[in-house]
């Protein structure tokens, strides 16, 4: 019995000496000064403050904890003031609810060594850890939001591109199959992208820290004042796949490859719809469309007719 009253007295006491606010005093040394104020401003560099507030209901509130390890759904984290630290054993175990700096949602999965989190829950105090089984969880540190940007392809690798947007600033844009691509009003395939294009808006979720942008939409620039002609030319490679696709036709003695978007007009010599699997090497094709500004060997097509079927 006297030693669960010491517990409980020695708890208590903590739970004093915590929810007054802690200042630094003249014993502090200066590596304790050093470390607490690279803590507060590093918390504060990522929009946290440093806080920790224990209520009389055993419920906690800390902001701008260190995550020092995270071993599945248990999250240990550091805050420290002045030479003083107070080591936190976060439970997450709970399904708590779990959001970025900017209100996205998370998961206990994306909280890394090193993040800065804030955490609200109840005191489970057990060991030299003070224990909290966690309702929410804020990662400060994963600061992903809903933007946009406009600029000029500069790069591309895989599924990858680099944009160069207006203020001179180089973002990576990723995409996946979900990713939608345009043209005017046309649904086109990644690989139609080329070095010089321009991207008039692209949308989806920027990390700042990494400076990436998830792509969910690219809207490509179309120049109003470039005029759509026909060419006509002989079909140069065979045509494997629906829309969007490519191929290359000579014509007027220079080679084009023809991207071809979903939902254009792809007619036989009668004028009828036909799949553009058929056509074949050699067909008299031609094309309505324009060439490309950044690209002047590629023909963005409205419409594709075989003269020869």
């Given amino acids: 019995m006297k030693n669960i009253l010491k517990t409980i007295t020695g708890i208590a006491l903590a739970m004093i000496l915590i929810a007054v606010p802690v200042y630094a005093t003249n014993d502090d040394n200066e590596h304790g000064n050093n470390k607490r104020e690279d803590h507060k401003q590093e918390a504060h560099n990522v929009g946290s ?167 969910k939409t690219i809207r490509l620039y179309v120049n109003p004042v470039l005029n759509k002609r026909t060419f006509e030319g002989k079909l140069t490679s065979t045509i494997g796949a629906l829309p969007p696709t490519t191929f290359t036709f000579d014509s007027e003695g220079k080679t084009y490859t023809v991207n071809v978007p979903v939902g254009i007009s792809i007619l036989n010599k009668d004028w009828l719809q036909i799949p553009i699997t058929s056509f074949v090497q050699g067909d008299t094709v031609r094309v309505y469309g324009q060439v490309q500004a950044s690209n002047t060997s590629m023909i963005d097509a409205t419409v594709v007719r075989n003269a020869s079927r």
């Fill in 49 to 215: 403050t440093l806080e920790v507030h224990i209520y009389d209901s055993g419920r906690v509130l800390v902001r701008g904890a260190k995550v020092t390890t995270v071993n599945g759904t248990n999250i240990s984290a550091d805050t420290l003031f002045g030479g003083s630290n107070i080591s936190w054993l976060v439970d997450a175990s709970g399904t708590p609810k779990v959001i970025r700096r900017y209100g996205g949602n998370s998961s206990v999965s994306e909280i890394q060594v090193g993040d800065y989190i804030s955490f609200n829950g109840a005191l489970t105090t057990t060991g030299a850890q003070w224990g909290v089984k966690a309702t929410s969880i804020k990662n400060w540190s994963v600061q992903v939001k809903n933007s946009s940007f406009s600029g000029t392809i500069s790069s591309i690798t895989g599924t990858s591109l680099v944009l160069l947007t207006e203020g001179g600033k180089s973002i990576t844009i990723n995409t996946d199959a979900n990713t939608k691509i345009t043209k005017g009003d046309a649904l086109i395939a990644f690989a139609s992208l080329v070095v010089g294009d321009k991207v008039s808006k692209t949308e989806g979720l920027y990390n700042n820290n990494t400076n990436i942008l998830m792509a």
